[in-house]
Structure formats: C-alpha cells, structure tokens
C-alpha cells in the first residue's frame, strides 16, 4: 500500500511538471515580440509642415520600439551639433555654436487597431540639454559674447498614429503634452563684465502632429 501511494503520488507529480510546461510553452508561443526602429523624416531632409499645423522644429530624429502584444516601450533621441564663423562686409565677425541633446524613454498600450492602421496611448520622460553660444566683434572693439545653457526634464501623455504598410514597413506620427521644469542660464560678457541671470520654473508643451516616422520592423 504504501508502494502504491508513492507511485500514485510520483505520476502527480510528473503530470502537473508536464502541465506547467504546456503552458508555459503556450504563452511563449502566444506571445508576439516585435522591434522596430523608425527615422524622422522631417528632421532629417527638412522638409517643411504638412500644412494642417505649424509647429516648432521636431526633437526627436530617432525612435526604437520594442513591442509585447498591445504594449510597447520606447526609446527615442534628437540633437544638434553646429558651427558658423562668418566676416560681414562691413568686418563684424560673428560667430555661432549650437549643442543640443534631447532624450526620451516611455511606455505605451495600443488601443485601436483596424487592419494596417494603429492607435498607441502612452506616458513618456524627457530630457533636453541645450547650449547656445553667439559672439561678435567689431573692427577696433571688444569681443561680445553671449552664452546660454538649458535643462529641461519633464514627463506627459502622448499619441501615436501608425499605418502599416506591409509587414516590415510603417509610417507614423504623434502629438504629445509634457509638463516640464525648466533650467536656465544666460551669461554675457562685454569690456571684460561677465553678467549673468538664472531663471527657473515650470512649462506645458502641446507638440501637434506634424513630424513623420518612417519605421522598419524586425
């Protein structure tokens, strides 16, 4: 008798190990993991609004995706790096240098999906790093310079439309509303005075959808 119960015992045990692997297995199998990476069209050729909105020059000029069934996370980012040194006709040098860096993770639930065309709700954070430098000079003066450095970190709710237009290939925009809190500092130094000024505090941006992705899935 007791044989019998250990057997007994040593199969239920074998049965229920086998049934947890089965379902396992079935939610691997259920699961859909896909990846994307998309450029921002805009932003790199630079062509111009689609005409239905008018909005400031887009962030973000790269996006990855990594996607599980209906849920996605994101990491995106955007920049500038530009030098110009130029001589006027009438001997101003002026000179200009840009640094920007902005970056961007967030999460996102795909609430529509009809055929090649989605719906994505999500909640992002950013960040963006500026610096802004402008110097000129006149014949027989002084150098004048102006520099400006700002930090942004905020977080909000954003859209994305996404229309597939076959398995590897998508296109898609987005709108968004961030709350920000924003850092700033301005320096100017003219006749060797350096006078700066800090200000500081909040600021809401609604970006319409005018930039546009082109993405491929993988």
Known sequence: ??????????????????????????????????????????????????????SDPTPFAFNYNL????????????GEFRNSKNDSDDQIVRENKTRQANYRLGIHYKVLQRKKFNVKLGLD??????????????????????ENYLTQTGFGPSIQLEYEINDFISISTESWYYISYISQENKRNENGQEYIETSNGWQSDLYQPSLLYLNIRF
Do not use: W
């Open 1 to 54: 008798m007791k044989h019998l119960i250990i057997i007994c015992l040593s199969l239920f045990t074998i049965h229920q190990i086998s049934a947890q692997d089965q379902t396992i297995e079935t939610e691997k199998k259920n699961l859909d993991i896909s990846h994307s990476f998309g450029v921002n069209v805009k932003s790199i050729i630079g062509i111009t609004d689609f005409g239905f909105f008018v």
């Open 67 to 78: 996607n599980v069934n209906k849920v996605g996370f994101r990491a995106s980012f955007g």
């Open 125 to 146: 954070g950013v960040r963006n790093n500026n610096y802004y430098y402008y110097s000129t000079q006149q014949p027989g003066s002084t150098e004048v310079t102006y």
